[in-house]
């Protein structure tokens, strides 16, 4: 079975530019919560997705979207990037009903801005 | 209000010592607090977890003490190995999720032969 799996795994971007993060859940989970984890830091989060909607939001700015699809696999998008976007970037993967028990995190994307 | 701080920033210990990374928070609405270990190029994985309504958790050698009115909360590492070295992260929520972690700034803990 395998886990949570985002993709890519790195990427460098210049300023202004628009990325697409992806991630799969680990089979069986309904829910993605993506987080932020600047060098040095703890990871943050930026917001989570149930039942394709948005459930909750963290402290970021309109510029970070996402989405969810049928199949729970989700996106991250960031637009406009900036050089303080740089960033290994989460994903986490969960049952609705498991709570953080279950909490799954992938390894990460690696976005560089230049 | 939404802040966990966690002490040290790094540590080094011998083979067969004992561990112990600190956490403090202020919202007294957490009521459930994970520590996370996370290797170099891996994501985050759930290691230990307690909510307030216990003083203690032990699993292996690995233990949550929680001080409710100090707002406090450690992890001790008993018999630390090599293979312990990696970042440590505490964290708090409100609820079991799901919902948002808040984490600590990470620990890097050094495991010496």
């Known amino acids: 079975d395998a886990g949570v799996t985002q993709s890519p795994t790195h990427l460098i971007k210049t300023r202004g530019q628009q990325v697409t993060l992806r991630c799969s859940p680990k089979?069986?989970?309904?829910?993605v919560s993506w987080y932020q984890q600047a060098l040095g830091q703890g990871p943050q989060f930026i917001f989570q997705?149930?039942?394709?909607?948005?459930?909750q939001r963290g402290n970021f700015p309109d510029r970070f979207s996402g989405h969810q699809f049928p199949n729970y696999s989700s996106e991250l998008n960031v637009n406009a990037l900036l050089l303080g976007d740089s960033a290994l970037y989460l994903c986490?993967?969960?049952?609705?009903?498991?709570?953080?028990?279950?909490?799954?995190f992938g390894s990460g994307t690696q976005l560089s801005v230049l | 209000q939404q802040q966990v701080k966690q002490s040290p920033q790094s540590l080094i210990v011998q083979k067969g010592g004992i561990s112990i990374i600190n956490c403090a928070y202020e919202n007294t609405a957490f009521d459930y607090f994970p520590w996370y270990q996370q290797f170099p190029g891996k994501g985050p994985a759930l290691l230990i977890a307690i909510r307030p309504d216990v003083s203690e958790k032990k699993e292996g050698r690995f233990t949550i003490s929680f001080n409710k009115s100090a707002k406090q909360f450690s992890l001790h590492i008993m018999d630390s190995q090599p293979g312990d070295s990696a970042t440590y992260f505490c964290?708090?929520?409100?609820?079991?999720?799901?919902?948002?972690?808040?984490f600590g700034q990470g620990t890097t803990l050094q495991v010496k032969p």
């Open positions: 997705y149930y039942e394709e909607e948005e459930r």
């Open positions: 964290a708090a929520s409100i609820g079991r999720g799901p919902g948002k972690l808040i």
């Open positions: 089979s069986g989970h309904d829910t």
């Open positions: 986490a993967s969960s049952k609705a009903s498991d709570g953080y028990e279950k909490l799954f």
